[in-house]
């Protein structure tokens, strides 16, 4: 006789919420990865023109180091939650230090704009591998 067993969530590894949640740290990542890709294209080409005019400063260049780590760490993120995070969090604060001394017309702004998308997206996966253990 075949029996037909009810969906029961709790017996399972993923619950719906974790997939919820899961869901929306890659969402959330997609645009975190965009937005470094469009940083990186954009400081590039002003980081070019200030290399040939002389204006080269060490901030510019570890900023775009530090925002090509985050992105590729939010991309790690997706396989390695706990690795990709970790460095996410961790390049966020200094990205956002960086940012707020390159551009002194806004700074806020500018901190805000450069590392909240690294950290938010490490958050959410951080969240994601602490529900899953």
């Known amino acids: 006789?075949?029996?037909i067993i009810p969906n029961d969530h709790s017996n399972s590894n993923?619950?719906?919420e974790l997939d919820e949640l899961r869901f929306l740290a890659r969402s959330v990542g997609i645009l975190a990865?965009?937005?470094?890709?469009?940083?990186l294209r954009a400081l590039s080409t002003s980081s070019g023109a200030i290399l040939r005019n002389g204006e080269w400063t060490p901030g510019s260049?570890?900023?775009v180091?530090?925002?090509a780590l985050a992105t590729l760490a939010v991309l790690c993120a997706w396989r390695w939650e706990t690795a990709g995070s970790v460095i996410a969090l961790l390049c966020a604060p200094a990205i956002a230090l960086l940012a707020y001394d390159t551009y002194p017309e806004h700074p806020w702004f500018a901190a805000f704009a450069y590392?909240?998308?690294?950290?938010i997206t490490?958050?959410?996966f951080l969240?994601?591998?602490r529900r899953h253990h």
């Open 127 to 129: 969240t994601c591998h």
């Open 1 to 3: 006789m075949l029996h």
């Open 33 to 39: 990865i965009l937005t470094g890709l469009i940083y």
């Open 61 to 63: 260049v570890f900023l």
């Open 115 to 119: 590392g909240s998308p690294f950290l």
């Open 65 to 67: 180091g530090l925002i």
């Open 14 to 16: 993923h619950a719906p």
């Open 122 to 124: 490490g958050g959410l």
